[in-house]
């Protein structure tokens, strides 16, 4: 044990004498660590959050008994399947409106909840009392209790007059719902007597068959591996996923490109030790224990940066979440246990990962070589050829999925494999183009520049592949961004081509403003409007019923129309579907689709099809009164109107007045605009921040790649010093050499970046979300990501380069007798 | 009884696809205290005796007895475990580790092997005049003054068998004169054998016997 000891303290004593080398990898490690590690701390959160909100009381998580048709089940089949030894709960489901909003609302039968489904504990022995006794009480959790503005105890009044039972805040409850007993359930949704669903329990016994019941009206429901919120959010979570797994990647390159240099460094004591008597195994266990060691303890650190960063970004997250699916989330972070034990396995796992090469190498290290410092180098370029033919397999494997792949896991893999060719074919490249340079070049010192810096790619190769990567995505997300943002203000002009939107609190009173407003002579139009849910192919849609009107007509965001698209949507038997919609079910103009209704199936001819950007959910447009015709349930308590702009703000405040609507109920266009692209703005920004994170982990494993080489490169740079270059002409030379390097990096990053942008926009985007932008390229954004990397690689190469410029000449007399 | 016995050592190398026989059968006997030199033309075999002495190879045929020792036996781990308890290996290229101090360095074998002896290493440093240089580096010192290092590290074991190749390639010939008289009588006074490498026919007439490889044989 205490020459294991002693081997450790040897080849620690290099990490002594090498203090930035061993700051490299352990900020390789952190920085692969923390981004890592954030994006799952975001993603866990996120998902958590969805399995409360899947759990309530069941929810999807029990399986559970419902009518085929889809309707009401009567009471007393709950009593009749309890006697026949079902271990049945029932539930009663619907939504109510609280001054103008709308929440879905729970009833349950606390006794018989089966005792596996989690929120059951909730409603407690001392609360239980409290729950069912009069006047009861209505469990709501406390961010929905502060989003209704509302305090404990209230007893809101609800749009059909019904009182609700005084509110008490429940911490575990999931946001978005309001938890009663199931007879004030049936009372305040006006549906007495009647159960949504039954859950059911897991309590073994004989049960007599369902046909037996309910005229064979039920049917068992398994539950769902993944919610529906899970589903929707999925290609959110994934883009996380791929920005933490890129900037891991990243951070690797940096580790591996330490740990590279290190090894050879420490060669001539690898092999002393060896001569001295280590055998290889005790010596590579020893390296590998130290490497482990390492990586547990920028793991460690790698944590607390990751919680930090998903800290900062979970508001933007949940509000991203919140605007685009109405997922709630809380904005606070609370961590288990196996993400922090995941985290120091990936920083392990990547570390060994990184370290492969090297370990390689050790094991199978010859004792009787000499020493070769500069044998890295010389490796890595024997490699070339080598990685130009990988590069070249991966640019194969990415044709292959773009061919072959349907799914969005596919996108990204073509996106991948794309990127790490580039970026294994980058060294070739720029050995190409500096042996170019150097051909041209006709002064001494103009040749040794060429044909120093082509030396020095061998060194940079991972710091610049590294770079390539995070420029070209940021290239990439920047192009996608701009054009989604351009795409998306001439979309929401489309969408919200009225001036003012109201949403009654019922239709007693939406009657009441429209016959209000068509007194009203700035009111040039009204428009009501109405939206119904239903299921079309396995998924929610949402069936949208629009009025026949200019409005729409000028407006309404068509891609593809048949002739007299508008006139065939008032005979109702047309409609418009969204372009997700239509790729999910691969319709075209002229096809038919049968919209389950109500009053039966309802076939409507595709008409058109339209853009509906940010919609994870499918949507059919269709006549108002076709809608209502066919779901005579809908409430039309929507309506757009139409305003000179400048009459917009009286005729908003008369509605505020007369009508007591407030600012939920009643919107102006250019407020509902601006809360679109604050919605917009919060998912960018957390892209953005990731962005940022990458290109700034890039410009570490710049700078810490010159760093580890600065001392190596004083034997190539001493003699030109001692033949009469100046130190501080050395600096200016080296640091040119560097921006030079970065230059034609960043410039080659450029096109692969367009690339990534078109993958973006042409495969993922089109199998993550269903739909596709317009691909458009902004010469600006690029010049300005080329100065900003030209910027990175100064500030990069100015430590190593004013060290240089200050160098005590003793410091490189002594390369002479030293170093060689 | 022999510190070293070899028996009809044969070794020969691949170069350009064509075998070339270094070593063709060589004896060497080395008595304990006895101090041996080893000298013959470049490409003699003479480093490749030595490596294969060390266990730092593995030889084609013949028997190496290292203080009893069969080393063409021995897997990688017993090999490693002769060098660290019986030899003191010494090259020309110091082969010091530039990260430890001089201190560290010195005692470096021995802590491997457990037999750090702080009263010998005392008397090492105090012998190789190495007490003002302890804190240093090995960068920091001349190649002579690295050269004693690497001897008081070979030493400090109290090795059989101390294994020198080239020891003063590196050095000017005053220089290479200090060191070797410092490391006869330090040979002298732990009573190991002595087997040198050496081109140097003036510094083979400082040991006790000659040996002289010609084409892969004891001349």
Known sequence: MRRVLWILAVLLSHWRRHPMQLATLLIGLISATALWSGVQALNQRARSSYDRAAAIFGGARTPMLVAKDGKMLPQSVFAQLRRAGWPVSPVVEGRVQIDGRAIRLLGIEPFSIPREVGDAPMVGRSELEAFLTPPHRTLISPETLADFGLKDGATPRLSNDAVMPPLMAQQQLAPGVLVVDISDAQRLLDKPGQISRLLVGKTPGAREPLQSFAGGRLQLVQPEAETDLERLTDSFHLNLTAFGLLSFVVGLFIVNSAIGLAFEQRLPVLRTLRACGVSARQLNAVLIGELIAFALVAGFVGLVCGYVIAATLLPNVAASLRGLYGAQVPGELSLRPEWWLAGLVISVAGALAAATTSLIKSMRLPILSTAQPYAWQEAQRRWLRLQSAVALAFFVAAGLLLWLGQSLLAGFGVLAAMMLGAALLLPAILELVLRLGERGARAALAQWFWADSRQQISGLSLALMALLLALAVNVGVATMVETFSRTFLVWLDGRLAADVYISAADEAQAREIQGWLRTRPEAQAVLPGGRAETQLAGAPIDVLGLPDHDTYREHWPLLQAGPDAWKQLVRGDAGFVSEQLARRLNLSLGDSIDIPAPTGDWRITVAGIYADYGNPKGQVTVNVAALTQRFPATPITRMAVRAAPADVPKLIADLTDKFGLDGRNVIDQATVKQESKQIFNRTFAVTGALNTFTLGVAAIALLTSLLTLANSRLPQLAPLWAIGLTRRRLAEVELLKTLSLAGLTALLALPLGLVVAWCLIAIVNVKAFGWRLPFDVFPLQLIRLLIVTLVAALIASLLPVLRLARMQPAQLVRTFTIER | ?219
């Open chain 2, 1 to 219: 009884m022999l510190v070293l016995s070899v028996r009809h050592l044969t070794k020969s190398y691949r170069s350009g696809g064509e075998p070339i026989k270094v070593l063709r059968g060589v004896d060497l006997d080395v008595a304990p205290g006895e101090r041996v030199a080893l000298t013959g033309e470049s490409g003699s075999g003479k480093s490749t005796l030595l490596h294969l002495i060390a266990g730092l190879d593995a030889a084609d045929g013949g028997d190496i007895l290292l203080d009893g020792a069969a080393v063409g036996a021995l897997d990688d781990a017993g090999r490693a475990a002769i060098r660290r308890e019986r030899l003191g290996l010494v090259f020309q290229q110091f082969n010091l580790v530039p990260s430890l101090s001089v201190q560290d360095n010195l005692s470096f074998q021995a802590r491997l092997a457990g037999r750090h002896d702080p009263a010998w290493h005392t008397e090492l440093v105090e012998r190789l005049g190495l007490k003002p240089l302890l804190k240093r580096y090995p960068e920091q010192l001349s190649g002579g003054q690295q050269q004693r290092v690497a001897i008081g590290r070979a030493l400090a074991i109290k090795p059989a068998l101390l294994l020198a190749d080239e020891p003063t390639g590196n050095l000017d010939e005053d220089t290479a004169d200090e060191v070797m008289a410092l490391t006869r009588d330090l040979v002298a006074r732990t009573g190991c054998g002595f087997l040198m490498v050496t081109h140097s026919a003036r510094l083979a007439a400082m040991l006790d016997r000659h040996v002289h490889l010609h084409a892969g044989r004891v001349a």
